[in-house]
């Protein structure tokens, strides 16, 4: 017996057939583009991620290392630093200063003021309020937290120490340079002056660190901190201990392999985003169909446009100068020889190439940004066209159900009735035999 159901679901299928399949490629379009602008984005993000570190006046594509003569010294260099051999005579290291009190519990009435000063910085201490117990006197614990507690603090750390004499306050400023020294003084309370006065012991003073440029005689350098940043552009220095033979010797020289590989990284990541750009656009040979935007002249003109900012002069430099050129399938190689020589010869010209406002990376960004941009970029004006696709699409797949759903419900009803009128025959004339 046929089925009506069946019969009703062919004759719908068979009317939306045709258009299903059209807005199926439809629908396959769009999310092929949308994949693929995706991955454009994607590539160009990982582009520039890769490469703007380069874009770096102290880090960047110059690597300068740097030696010292003497292990109670450490130094590191920047791409700023300019190579040489420099020596100084290290007379004195930076110090904190450091003081200590003793101080019997439940002795010192808890009464007055406590003043300790750092320059032009002043922290009082109501000895009332440091008496957290309440019990009228003031033990070591209450006077240490009231000065690290107060929100006046000019950079003083206090500690409680069991010694033998019994609790010992050691005050220790924070940081180290004769900018950092403090006082102690002590108002209405005579019991804890007298007892401070009495029990104060200097463990440090404080001091800057003193270096000497060549020798022991040179021109004097002072800093708050054993370590100098200013004394050679780019160079960073730190000294651990006084002179007490030779003078110590730094030396910053350039390190050309080091700063091949940095521009390797521009080289691989340039690289990289010319492959997916050339898949995408791939027109296709030998029966393959190619990139999902095969021949789109718009995308395809992103690679001619990075092809002319890497062969830009930037301040007089190329890259070309540097050994790195295109080879036939569009990818930069470095020449390594080229390189060493150019760097030699001409090291500031590469950081003019990748490095500040009117360098190269700075203007492969603006080149990315108008493909990549949120608003205004072609990779969201792409996606916008394609979302007004997807929502013509939306709208004909609910038509096309529509369609369906329509004429299986008059089919069904049709060949219903049919085949109750066909039954009902065949009962008839079941009655006259």
């Known amino acids: 017996m046929i089925n009506p159901r069946t019969i009703a679901q062919e004759v719908a299928y068979a009317s939306v057939v045709t258009q299903a399949g059209q807005v199926a490629q439809q629908q396959a379009d769009v999310n092929a583009e949308t994949a693929g602008l995706e991955t454009l984005s994607t590539s160009i993000s990982d582009f520039q991620s890769a490469v703007d570190a380069l874009n770096n006046p102290e880090n960047g594509v110059v690597v300068n290392t740097a030696t010292t003569s003497d292990d109670s010294a450490t130094v590191s260099a920047n791409s700023e630093a300019q190579p040489g051999t420099y020596t100084f005579y290290v007379s004195q290291l930076a110090q904190t200063q450091q003081d200590s009190y003793s101080i019997k519990d439940d002795t010192i009435p808890a009464q007055g003021t406590m003043t300790l000063t750092m320059g032009d910085t002043q922290m009082d201490i109501d000895l009332a309020a440091a008496d957290s117990d309440g019990d009228g006197f003031l033990d070591g614990n209450e006077v240490v937290d009231a000065i690290n507690d107060s929100d006046e603090n000019p950079g003083v750390t206090a500690t409680l120490m069991k010694t033998d004499d019994g609790n010992t306050i050691m005050l220790s400023s924070d940081h180290s340079g004769e900018a950092n020294a403090f006082s102690v003084s002590v108002s209405g309370n005579t019991e804890l002056n007298d007892a401070a006065t009495a029990s104060h012991t200097s463990l440090s003073s404080a001091q800057d660190a003193v270096i000497h440029l060549g020798s022991e005689t040179g021109p004097t350098i002072s800093s708050s901190s054993n370590t100098f940043d200013d004394v050679i552009p780019g160079v960073s220095m730190t000294f651990s201990a006084v002179t007490t033979d030779e003078p110590v010797t730094l030396t910053v020289a350039q390190d050309n392999s ?166 009902s025959m065949k009962m008839s004339m079941a009655a006259f035999m």
């Open 258 to 423: 080091a700063s091949q590989a940095q521009v390797q990284v521009f080289v691989d990541s340039y690289n990289t985003l010319v492959d997916t750009i050339d898949s995408l656009t791939d027109v296709g040979t030998g029966g393959s169909s190619g990139g999902v935007f095969a021949g789109d002249a718009g995308l395809k003109s992103l690679t001619s446009q990075m092809d002319q900012l890497v062969h830009a002069d930037y301040n007089g430099s190329s890259i070309i100068d540097y050994g790195i050129t295109l080879d036939s399938d569009g990818h930069l190689t470095i020449d390594s020889t080229t390189f060493d020589e150019a760097m030699t010869e001409n090291p500031d010209g590469l950081t003019d190439i990748f490095v500040g406002d009117d360098g190269m990376i700075a203007a492969m960004d603006n080149l990315m940004d108008t493909y990549t941009d949120s608003n205004t970029g072609i990779i969201a004006s792409r996606q916008d066209s394609l979302d007004k696709k997807q929502d013509k699409i939306d709208g004909k797949t609910d038509d096309l159900q529509q369609t369906y759903e329509q004429t299986y419900d008059r089919y069904l009803s049709e060949y219903t009735s049919t085949m109750i009128e066909v039954y």
